[in-house]
């Protein structure tokens, strides 16, 4: 006897009329219901390699504008850590006067074919040339390669995005004297603030020990003189590069390797200016010289030092400076 129970289907009818009757499986059902829910979305997209996420911006407005938010960025960078590697310049080949580097990635999950990466600094046309001043947390602060200091030009360039901002020029100082431009810095902590800050260090008298600090903010636009107009310096500044300072722990460090060495660092939050102790000596040595420091830098949210020994000797010290920098 035929039994009048219609078969099983995974199939769900979406829609019916009196000639036909259409069906949607689970699969393209869920996709859908994924697609139209921007956090269920936002929670999938931000979980995913950074080459993935940057390649869906061009798949539709809706997608743009969700990648591109703000909160989108701030997920991102709450679940993992920051790309980590090394920009490699290329010995240069050419007359052209941008420089091209090669970056290596050292995060251990990137994709085979993400390790390494060539950048050029071609994201205009400045006839001077570009180089790069410091790497920050992703972002790049770039000048112009060479002519007078007055005619420079600053940059800050993402080269994940491809985006650059132009900073405004420098603002001329309203006192009799003239100050000399020392050099700028980046500052940028994706995981606390998207904005970004540059502060540039300038001098005040011929000695260098007076200096004062212009902040410029991506959130404003534009450059302001710090709180405390002018700074005196505890150190002898004039073996310190305040090109390309250290960001770290809500500050920006700079450290002299020659004669009379020291280190200074400027709270940004604070708008505090104080010297840094340096490594202790190690007990053979008589003192910190150039040829000694192989590094100061950032790693993994701490701040290093290390100190090479003599060539042809191969050891080094490394030297991590304490949170509150008491040593």
């Known amino acids: 006897m035929a039994s009048n129970k219609r078969p099983k289907t995974s199939l ?23 697609a139209n829910n921007d956090d269920l979305l ?27 938010n703000p909160h989108f960025c701030r997920r991102s ?8 590697g090394l920009f490699l310049l290329r010995p240069s080949i050419s007359t052209n006067p941008n420089p091209v580097f090669d970056y290596l990635s050292l995060n251990q999950s990137s994709n085979l074919s993400n390790k390494h990466l060539m950048i050029s600094l071609s994201f205009l046309t400045d006839p001077m040339g570009i180089k790069i001043l410091q790497s920050c947390n992703g972002l790049l602060l770039c000048s112009t390669s060479g002519g007078p200091e007055a005619r420079k030009k600053y940059y800050v360039y993402n080269p994940t995005t491809k985006h650059y901002t132009i900073l405004p020029q420098l603002p001329v100082s309203g006192y009799a004297y003239r100050s000399t431009v020392m050099g700028l810095s980046l500052a940028f902590d994706p995981s606390k ?31 302001r003189l710090s709180t405390s107009k002018s700074f005196l310096s505890p150190i002898s500044t004039y073996n310190i ?15 002299s390797t020659r004669e009379a060495a020291g280190a200074l ?8 200016f104080s010297e840094m102790p340096l490594p202790p000596l190690p007990e053979d040595w008589k003192d910190w010289n150039e040829s000694q420091f ?5 790693s993994g949210d701490h701040l290093h030092v290390i100190g090479m020994y003599n060539p042809p000797s191969k050891c080094f010290n490394v030297y991590e400076m304490k949170r509150d920098y008491s040593g």
Not at 14 to 33: F, G
Not at 244 to 253: K, L
Not at 265 to 272: C, Q
Request: glycine share 6%; charged share 15%.
């Open 12 to 34: 769900n009818p979406i829609a019916a009329s009196a000639t036909s009757t259409c069906y949607q499986t689970p699969s393209s059902l869920s996709a859908e219901m994924v």
């Open 42 to 68: 936002t929670e999938i997209l931000v979980r995913l390699p950074i080459n993935y996420v940057l390649a869906f911006k061009s798949l539709s407005k809706h997608w743009l504008s969700l990648i591109s």
């Open 77 to 84: 960078t709450a679940l993992y850590n920051p790309s980590c």
């Open 193 to 223: 603030s998207l904005p970004y800050k540059v502060v540039c260090v300038k001098s005040r008298n011929s000695e260098q020990t007076q200096l004062e600090f212009e902040i410029y903010s991506s959130e404003m636009g534009a450059w």
């Open 241 to 255: 590069d305040f090109n390309g300072g250290v960001f770290w722990n809500g500050a920006i460090h700079w450290i």
């Open 265 to 272: 660092y400027f709270n940004l939050e604070e708008e505090r």
């Open 294 to 298: 192989g590094y100061f830098g950032e």
